[in-house]
Structure formats: C-alpha cells, structure tokens
C-alpha cells in the first residue's frame, strides 16, 4: 500500500483509502504516526498561550482605567494620556476577544472560532506595529508636551488655588527625586520663588518636595542662591523630564525584550491555530 494510500487525521490514526474506477472509499485505520501525536499538544499549547493573551486583555484594561482615574502624579499630565489610555482599553478589550476565540477554537475545534482568532491575530499584530512606529516618531514631541505642561504647573505653583495640580506636582518630584521641568532653574518662573523678588523667605528657593532628606516646610528656601556643591547635597537637581526620560531609557532592553515576546506570542499562536484549522478541515473531509 502506497503512502498516498493513507489519510492523516485529528485522532493521529492513518485513514486508509481504497481507488475503484476513481471512486474513494474508507476501509479502516493504521497505527498512530509520529507526525501526528503533535496534535493535542498543539491544541492545549494553543489553549494556555491564548489564556495568557486573554489575561494579558484583563492587564491591560485594569492599566487603562487606572490611568483615567488617578489622582496622583499621573493626574498632571491629564490631558496627555486620555487618549492613550482609551487606546490601552480598546486593544485590551481586542486582545480579551483575540483570547476567547482562542480558547474555543483550541477547545471545541472550531473552524470559524479558529478563522476569527486568526484575523484577529493579524490585526492585532500590525496594529502594534503601527502603534511603535507612531511612538518612536512622536517621542520627541511627547516629550515636548509633557516638558510643557510641567513648566506651566512650576509656574502657577499656589498662585491660582489649584490643590490637586500643586499636589501632582509635589508628588511627582517626590516619587521621580527631580525638581522643575528641565531643571530646578524652571522655579525662577514662579513668583514665590523668584531671585528677583525682595520679600523673604521663599526667594530663590524651591518647595519642600525637591528636597533630598528633609521634608521640612522651608528646607528648600533660598537654596538657588548658595553654593552648587550644596545645594546638590540638599535638592534634587534634575528636571522630571529628565528623570523620567533617563527611567524609560533604563529599561528600554525590558520594554523591548517584553515587546518582542508578546509578537512571539501571536506568531506561535498563529501558527498552532492554522495547524489546527487544516486538521480540523481534514477531519470533516474524512467524516464525510
């Protein structure tokens, strides 16, 4: 009997197939081949790594929601991530979807639960393309934006009575151990902490939250006008631009690293999930 003879199929038997006057029949099985005792681990391998997708769906949501509602020191930059945190909502709700139809497909063998997933897969994949190249290309002027939003909060520091922006603020340069926007020179633009104005004591100063150690209310009172050797060993004297910047260089290699191994991801899921269609499809020709 010829190799032509034999039909692989979803079980990992050999369906043997006998010619008569070109009609085809079934006449029964030969042992498993090693070919086709990948199967099941394809279809559990397909269900786990789609799990993970789907958890990763729920990740991103939970990441997106709490970037709208924080009060902290993400609030000051508002208006520079409600966009991007609806994007991070929409892909995790895709990335949800990309995981149940997964997971159907792996389980119930579902040829258009399995097509969808492939789609979406797809699209996924050259959606995340696109969204790194926009962000390699537009980090320049993101980081303009948020340069200047920083300025305009150093500048209207308790001069118009706005408590949560001052807040931000002070918690941003706590939590990131910077001061100002470029630099603790930005702080000259705020008329309490001006070197120019006469009245004592906030002249030539910073506030408390650019201090080092001390969270003393006056710590960073005229200390712009003292000495450079000590007023490093007492303030802050990175922009947050810049200390935010150097943190996002710092771990670029894990961004990237994690990056690449969620496209990783997609790619073997894709794989396993046409594997699993053209056995699927097979099945159903053999049944018939």
């Known amino acids: 009997m010829d190799d032509d003879d034999r039909l692989p199929t979803i079980s990992g038997h050999d369906v043997i197939m006998a010619y008569d006057d070109g009609q085809t029949s079934f006449i029964g099985r030969e042992s498993e081949r090693p070919c086709c005792t990948c199967f099941p681990w394809c279809r559990y391998t397909l269900f786990v790594l789609n799990f993970l997708v789907w958890s990763a769906g729920v990740t991103m949501i939970g990441l997106g929601t709490w970037a709208l509602v924080n009060s ?32 159907a497909g792996a389980l119930r063998l579902n040829i258009i639960c399995l097509r969808v997933f492939m789609v979406l897969v797809i699209t996924v994949f050259v959606l995340q393309l696109v969204l790194a190249a926009v962000i390699f290309f537009l980090m320049d002027d993101i980081q303009l934006k948020m340069l200047g939003v920083l300025k305009v909060a150093v500048t209207n520091y308790e001069r118009d009575l706005d408590e949560q922006r001052d807040i931000a603020l002070d918690y941003l340069q706590r939590e990131f151990s910077c001061c100002g ?48 050797d000590y007023m490093n060993s007492v303030i802050h004297t990175d922009g947050c631009i810049v200390s935010i910047m150097r943190i ?41």
């Open 72 to 103: 902290s020191g993400l609030a000051l930059f508002e208006s520079l991530l409600t966009e991007p945190s609806w994007l991070l909502i929409g892909t995790g709700v895709v990335m949800l979807a990309v995981g149940v139809f997964g997971c």
């Open 248 to 288: 996002f260089k710092n771990n670029v290699i894990i961004i990237a690293s994690l990056a690449f191994s969620i496209c990783a991801v997609e790619v073997v899921c894709l794989l396993l999930a046409n594997i699993l269609s053209k056995y699927v499809l097979v099945h159903r020709k053999v049944l018939k």
């Open 181 to 228: 926007g470029s630099s603790y020179s930005d702080w000259d633009a705020n008329r309490y902490y001006n070197c120019n104005i006469s009245a004592p004591p906030s002249r030539c100063g910073v506030p408390s939250s650019c201090c080092i150690k001390s969270r003393d209310e006056h710590c960073g009172f005229g200390i712009r006008s003292e000495k450079e």
